[in-house]
């Protein structure tokens, strides 16, 4: 008796595409910037070996890429809000696109180094304006389209690793891997450019704060009663997209403006938001704390070759394929429910790792690290929607963002030091410390 096997055809394979095309290109820029960003720890070793710095310096140089990445996610979600998103994901593309090239042509450390700020600058737009674009463009279908951008843009850093390593073994120099990522980052932004941007007007996000802004005032006033009813937040509108809506409108430019300062003002009196928040700071402290300085942890401390503790750091970043999971299964078991046994996996992984030698239970616990990290990003993500108000998500998006990742910033920079003072177990203890601190915090939300 034989098997049937249900065929896939073309036409179903194009409509998925169709449906779905923007989120992967979004998602493959969204690998562009984890690729640039994450292609610099594993080069640490070669900054160190020709030009004499420390971890100190190599985690310095980290921070200020992610100062730069915190300084433009409210100005990013400020831009969204009145400029079609695919505007400012592209114009943060371009940015970043010519750093790059400056990376890779760069002959001195601290040149390395102002590059590094800048692919910080022209990274920093694209999560926070992707996420309020991808949740407008995909309401009932937001924890599985973030989920399914982040697995993409986080095989970035698996990729990046790799790259350095094929890169460091031939015959062309380290920069060649960021003049590389600056033709792909090119292609990929003029792509999104062409098949997204609006050829006519789009409509302004004035008329809609105008006409809600006073309900979701109310709404955010009321959060706090209203979530402590269930473990989620009630669930905000999503208003969708209306070209060709006339923009004349009856309240001025300033009467929004105010409305919209109210706002933001009014929805960060939400005492789940600000708690949340903080779980968003730790996590991004901890996460920044570990992948900065992963393969310098398992070559120095844990004694991994150099190629061997690269595959680690890859396999770190190819755990994100559990993200379309957890990001789906958090539309349906809710946020909160999947967040703390994520938090309680990277707690245990992190605590074994400090105390295993074996290069196997490494890679597995590397592996359980992964799954994590990465699948607390969409829920995270999508629950922070959930909390924000679509009007004004792109800026408060921007201010939450900008909080957690500057927080997250400074943790190279404080794993650096430390690991030269008091060496990795203690640093990566300072992660371990920071996560509990968030699992705790998620516990009171619950």
């Known amino acids: 008796m034989a098997l049937s096997v249900p065929r896939v055809s073309v036409d179903t394979v194009r409509g998925f595409l169709r449906t779905y095309d923007l989120v992967f290109l979004v998602?493959?820029?969204w690998f562009m910037v984890q690729f640039l960003r994450y292609v610099f720890p594993p080069l640490f070793g070669t900054f160190q070996a020709t030009y004499g710095v420390s971890n100190t310096q190599t985690g310095l140089l980290f921070t200020l890429l992610m100062f730069g990445y915190s300084a433009m996610q409210f100005p990013g979600g400020w831009?969204?809000?009145r400029l079609h998103e695919v505007t400012v994901i592209v114009g943060g593309a371009v940015l970043f696109t010519i750093a790059a090239v400056f990376a890779g042509l760069a002959p001195t450390f601290a040149l390395i180094t102002l590059a590094a700020v800048g692919i910080g600058l022209g990274t920093g737009v694209h999560k926070t304006v992707a996420i309020a674009y991808l949740s407008r463009v995909y309401p009932e279908r937001t924890g599985l389209s973030l989920g399914i951008m982040d697995t993409v843009g986080q095989f970035g850093g698996m990729v990046a690793p790799i790259a350095v390593a094929v890169v460091l073994a031939s015959v062309f120099p380290w920069g060649t891997v960021f003049l590389g990522g600056a033709v792909v980052s090119a292609v990929l932004a003029g792509a999104l450019y062409y098949r997204a941007h609006?050829?006519?007007?789009?409509?302004?996000?004035?008329?809609?704060l105008s006409e809600n802004v006073d309900k979701h005032v109310a709404r955010a006033a009321n959060a706090d009663i209203e979530s402590s009813e269930g473990n989620e937040p009630p669930q905000t509108e999503r208003s969708q997209p209306s070209p060709g809506v006339d923009t004349d409108t009856t309240v001025s430019k300033a009467d929004v403006d105010t409305a919209e300062r109210t706002s933001?003002?009014?929805i960060f009196s939400n005492r789940r938001l600000l708690t949340f928040l903080c779980v968003t700071m730790l996590f991004t402290f901890a996460w920044n704390g570990l992948s900065a300085f992963y393969p310098l942890f398992l070559a120095d401390e844990k004694g991994l070759s150099s190629g061997m503790a690269a595959i680690a750091y890859s396999v770190l970043f190819a755990a994100s394929v559990t993200q379309t999971v957890t990001g789906g299964a958090s539309d349906?078991?809710?946020?909160?429910t999947i967040s703390i046994p994520l938090f309680g996996l990277m707690i245990v992984s992190l605590l074994a790792l400090l105390v295993t030698q074996s290069v196997w239970v490494i890679l597995g616990l590397t592996v359980l690290l992964g799954i994590g990290f990465h699948g607390f990003r969409p829920v995270r993500d999508a629950y922070l929607m959930d909390l924000i108000p679509s009007s004004i998500g792109?800026?408060?998006l921007g201010i939450v963002r900008t909080g957690m990742t500057a927080i997250g910033?400074?943790?190279p920079a404080i794993i650096g030091f430390t690991s030269d003072i008091l060496g990795y177990v203690a640093a990566f203890g300072v992660i371990a410390v920071a996560l509990v601190c968030g699992v705790v915090l998620l516990l009171v939300l619950r």
């Open 79 to 81: 831009l969204s809000d």
């Open 332 to 336: 349906t078991l809710g946020k909160l």
């Open 264 to 266: 933001y003002i009014t």
């Open 394 to 396: 792109g800026g408060t």
């Open 198 to 208: 609006p050829r006519k007007g789009y409509e302004r996000r004035d008329q809609q």
């Open 27 to 29: 998602a493959f820029l």
């Open 409 to 411: 910033a400074a943790a």
